[in-house]
């Protein structure tokens, strides 16, 4: 099958070799344009970009699409069966959703109509969530919005990190997309009921503020890291939490007291979180017990 493939993150890499290694013929990868990174700021190609590049296809990297309209003769006259996208991060103009044959097909990080938007994987983590999954849907003009063609469901445990459900709803949305073009289901129109939104991510999203309870926040730590990441403020410092787990509490403590040299840390409602691993700036992360050899949290301290 002759295909565009439009993606960004390290969640479509998978979808993109599994595209090619099936044999179907991907005309051209679209990707968001090379950004500053790293200490010397140099142009980085995004994930997609460099596994394209590994793969020997040909990449655009268009900073706009809605209104470039070279850019939609252009992907036009690639004469596509179907588009695949998986997080590409610029909403299609509907001259291109409407150009390939079978459509575009977006492979979605979660079980629609519930976590339409920018970071679903996140977002279900954060609501506590048991359970999500991937959706391919047939795209249109609204915000996640398309008809459904398949949807799988996966557990979210009690300790499952961000990191680790995006590696796994990232394979899970390869194996979905081979099937969706090999299957052709018919596309379900999405139930009205149930509909919720994963707004885009920022860094104030990581400021643990320790009136929560502690379960709170450690599904606030397991869902943001690694980014943007979760932190507090100490002595005019700022020191990441990569891993946590909720502790013992003592009730009456103030939220963000000290416990104890483990450290455990009071939350809101009598809880406490003990902090597993931490960083500091320009530092490389280290166990809680190690990192506090170096940096003193005695109990009593309050953290901001």
């Known amino acids: 099958m002759r295909l565009a493939f439009l993606g960004s993150s390290d969640f479509g890499v998978p979808a993109l070799r599994a595209l090619v290694a099936a044999g179907h013929e991907v005309a051209m990868v679209y990707a968001q344009p090379p950004r500053p990174a790293g200490r010397g700021q140099r142009a980085t190609p995004c994930p997609v970009h460099r596994a394209a590049l590994e793969l020997g296809l040909p990449v655009r990297t268009p900073a706009r699409l809605r209104r470039e309209t070279a850019e939609h003769q252009a992907f036009a006259a690639l004469d596509l069966d179907a588009a695949v996208v998986a997080a590409y991060g ?15 097909l977006n492979i979605h990080a979660s079980l629609l109509p519930r976590w339409r938007g920018a970071a679903p994987i996140q977002a279900a983590i954060l609501a506590g969530d048991t359970e999500t999954g991937v959706t391919i849907m047939r795209m249109d003009e609204g915000l996640d919005t398309g008809p459904i063609l398949l949807r799988e469901a996966v557990p979210i445990g009690p300790r499952t990190t961000a990191q680790e459900l995006h590696d796994r709803l990232a394979e899970l949305g390869a194996q979905l997309i081979l099937r ?4 052709n289901p018919p596309a379900v129109p999405q139930p009205a009921e149930g509909v919720t939104y994963a707004p885009k991510l920022t860094k104030a999203d990581g400021r643990l503020d320790w ?11 397991r869902a943001l890291n690694p980014w943007p990441g979760t932190f507090f403020e100490h002595a005019g410092t700022t020191i990441r939490v990569l891993a946590a787990e909720p502790a013992a509490g003592e009730p009456g403590a103030r939220p963000g007291t000290v416990l104890d040299a483990t450290p455990r840390i009071a939350c809101g409602g009598g809880t406490a979180l003990r902090l597993l691993c931490l960083q500091r700036p320009g530092r490389a992360p280290l166990p809680a017990e190690e990192f506090l050899r170096g940096y003193a949290l005695p109990p009593g301290t309050v953290l901001g």
């Open 90 to 104: 610029l909403l299609l103009p509907k001259p291109m959703l409407e150009a390939p044959r079978r459509g575009c």
């Open 211 to 221: 009136r929560e309870d502690a379960a709170a926040l450690d599904r606030r730590v």
């Open 180 to 183: 969706a073009l090999a299957e």
